[in-house]
């Protein structure tokens, strides 16, 4: 191929295009290579995570790693996650947790953490709220497992950790709603 004579064409054509008085606009498409993407993770508990890939009882899971190939990763989505509260500062957690979305709808402040208790003499915490955002955003690190949208930003807002009404039900599923897209509970 003359790739002296395809330059030339090109300019030429381009130029016709940028003195017509119908085009506002245009742009020269490119080729671009398409390859499938390996999703390979460092996170020591992702081969038990049987729920996002089984290798024993294939078609046995929640069939999303074919959506992860074509970087479908929860980018920019922002899950709340409404329960007994969140652990953000948790390894698996904090680089995906946002701040702006979370209320502690029990304390009426911005920190969703769970309350530590004394229980039988010792020291407890919820946890189910944090189980439920890994499950849900858990970033690919080599600490634990990873989330079945671990690109996701994931809020808390703490409510089951308090007297219940349905009028602070309500308020939970509209809290932050301009910031929030997915509600969990």
């Known amino acids: ?6 330059g030339k064409i090109r300019s030429q054509t381009e130029a ?3 003195q017509h008085p119908l085009i ?24 038990s995570q049987w ?9 046995m899971d929640i069939n999303v790693t074919g959506i992860w ?3 479908i990763t929860g980018s920019g989505v922002t899950v709340a996650v409404i ?49 439920c955002a890994g499950e849900i955003a858990a970033v690919r690190n080599n600490i634990c497992g990873v989330g079945v949208a671990f690109d996701a930003r994931v809020s808390g807002i703490r409510l089951l ?10 308020t939970a599923f509209n809290k932050f709603m301009y910031i929030n897209d997915i509600y969990s509970c």
Not at 51 to 59: A, D, F
Not at 95 to 122: F, H, Q, T
Not at 162 to 170: C, F, H, K, N, Q
């Open 51 to 59: 729920h996002l890939h089984n290798s024993k009882n294939p078609g």
């Open 83 to 131: 329960d007994d509260g969140l652990e953000w500062l948790n390894e698996d957690i904090a680089v995906n947790y946002c701040a702006e979305g979370s209320w502690d709808l029990n304390a009426n402040d911005n920190d969703p953490m769970p309350e530590m208790r004394i229980k039988d003499g010792k020291q407890t915490q919820n946890r189910h709220g944090t189980r």
């Open 161 to 170: 950790d308090g007297p219940m009404t349905d009028s602070l039900e309500a």
């Open 16 to 18: 016709a295009l940028a």
């Open 69 to 71: 190939e074509h970087n």
């Open 1 to 6: 191929m003359n790739w002296d004579l395809v």
């Open 24 to 47: 506002e606009w245009f742009n020269q498409q490119t080729i671009r290579r398409r390859f499938k993407r390996s999703m390979e993770f460092d996170d020591p508990s992702y081969s």
